[in-house]
């Protein structure tokens, strides 16, 4: 079945360092792939998407490109805020409203 | 900004309880969905709607749990009795429409069963 791995964390990183977090897919078919991250105490929001295979996401700095031939969807930022302290959700899911498959997420602290 | 809403943030029942859990979704969001999450792992699906109906429980432990969403809008998910390893996180999220796979979350429930 349809599966989702991400590096295990805590990443700890000072503020306005490179972040990267690992996150591969087994698929039996061409899934929209999704990072979420989820702030303490709150739900998970939607970070960034991208539907097909060579697509980058892009929001508030962070991005993340479709993957086909490697099977994955490495969450970049070139510089980390404190703000950006929270847990990182890797997720695949189909159109047509099949159910999201998330990874087990990834915890950053950001220190000042 | 329209939001999820959920209710309470916050439960501590003592096993063999039953407790419910309410969402509000979106409005006009005609998919609902029912996630847990236990610390340290990712949302898992316990059951899908569309408007009233139910399109995926295959996942939702139906000996214990239920879950309605009679109008087609706000839904209730219901645990009972509950069970020590129920403690998670009870998220709810919706979509504008089964064919979109960009989901709005809520911010959830955290259970504590003692």
């Known amino acids: 079945g349809d599966s989702v791995t991400q590096m295990e964390g805590p990443v700890t990183l000072s503020e306005e360092a490179f972040l990267t977090i690992n996150c591969t897919y087994t698929a039996t078919g061409y899934p929209s792939l999704f990072w979420y991250v989820q702030y303490p105490g709150e739900g998970l929001q939607l970070l960034l998407k991208a539907t097909k295979a060579d697509d980058k996401g892009s929001n508030k700095g962070f991005e993340a490109t479709y993957r086909k031939e490697t099977t994955s969807f490495h969450l970049e930022k070139g510089s980390v805020q404190v703000s950006d302290s929270a847990v990182y959700f890797c997720?695949?899911?189909?159109?047509?409203?099949?159910?999201?498959?998330f990874g087990a997420g990834t915890r950053l602290f950001v220190k000042a | 900004e329209a939001e999820v809403a959920q209710s309470p943030r916050y439960k501590i029942t003592e096993k063999s309880q039953a407790v419910a859990f309410w969402c509000d979704p979106i409005?006009?969001?005609?998919?609902l969905y029912w996630y847990r999450q236990i610390l340290g792992q990712g949302p898992e699906l316990l059951v899908q709607f569309q408007d009233e109906s139910v399109v995926d429980d295959s996942q939702l432990p139906k000996d214990r749990f239920s879950a309605e969403r009679l109008k087609g809008v706000d839904s209730t998910l219901k645990i009972q009795p509950a069970e020590l390893g129920d403690s998670a996180m009870y998220l709810c999220?919706?979509?504008?429409?089964?064919?979109?796979?960009?989901?709005?979350f809520g911010p959830g429930t955290r259970l504590t069963v003692t």
């Open positions: 999220a919706s979509s504008l429409a089964r064919g979109s796979n960009e989901q709005y």
């Open positions: 409005s006009g969001h005609a998919t």
């Open positions: 997720a695949l899911s189909y159109t047509g409203g099949f159910k999201t498959i």
